[in-house]
């Protein structure tokens, strides 16, 4: 079974500093992730996603990711945050297969302090 | 065409009412999903249609009763709702034959029963 934990529900910001939340998977077979943000009222949509290629996977709007399978981790970073990222964001594991179904965390919301 | 569109973008219902909410995608894709989400929650699972052909049911109430017309479009037929229906409702499609399994989410549409 896949599962996928997310630390910290709220994770509060002030503009310019670091971002970084955090998700930790489980899987027995060699995940595909995700990392996917919410604007209030809006549909999901994509950040990054790794897929094997590489380790380290680079997203949109200065967005990025680690994969460190000794860690079972893949936690989001972005060096300075800006008060447009103020969002919710869902980390998501996926075993691959015909049926592709993404196990969401249960989400972090991010507040950015001006 | 690299979006999901669903309409209507907002729904007001009442119990007794039946309404339909429309999910549309031209990327090809030939697996759709609906999700529903409530507040500070993640997407939860409801349906998943593979080669329009409903493949997964996550025991959802027979008051939901989804369609796949075709390839393109989604239907999620709605009847005798409860007021804890309410919720955003989002669907998303998936290229079939890629590992990876990224979903395209749609901007969902915001249910109201009363």
């Known amino acids: 079974a896949q599962s996928v934990t997310q630390l910290g529900s709220h994770v509060s910001v002030s503009e310019g500093a670091l971002v970084l939340l955090r998700c930790n998977y489980s899987s027995s077979v060699p995940p595909y992730l995700f990392w996917y943000v919410q604007y209030p009222n809006q549909g999901l949509q994509l950040l990054l996603k790794?897929?094997?290629?590489?380790?380290l996977v680079k997203g949109i709007n200065g967005f990025e990711a680690e994969f460190k399978k000794s860690e079972t981790s893949f936690h989001l970073t972005k060096p300075s945050a800006h008060m447009s990222d103020a969002a919710e964001y869902f980390c998501a594991v996926s075993r691959g297969g015909s049926q592709g179904n993404l196990i969401f965390g249960k989400g972090t919301k991010l507040s950015v302090k001006p | 065409d690299t979006e999901v569109t669903q309409t209507p973008k907002h729904l007001v219902m009442g119990m007794t009412n039946k309404k339909s909410l429309k999910c549309e995608q031209h990327?090809?894709?030939?697996?759709m999903y609906w999700y529903k989400q409530k507040a500070k929650k993640p997407p939860e699972l409801m349906f998943v249609?593979?080669?329009?052909?409903?493949?997964i049911n996550e025991s959802v109430p027979s008051r939901f009763s989804p369609e796949c017309p075709n390839s393109s479009l989604l239907n999620l037929h709605l009847h005798a709702l409860q007021p804890e229906d309410s919720a955003l409702y989002l669907c998303?499609?998936?290229?079939?034959?890629?590992?990876?399994?990224?979903?395209?989410f749609g901007p969902g549409t915001r249910l109201t029963v009363l």
């Open positions: 790794y897929t094997s290629a590489a380790t």
């Open positions: 990327m090809g894709h030939r697996a």
């Open positions: 998303a499609s998936r290229r079939t034959g890629t590992g990876d399994n990224e979903q395209f």
């Open positions: 249609y593979s080669y329009e052909k409903l493949s």
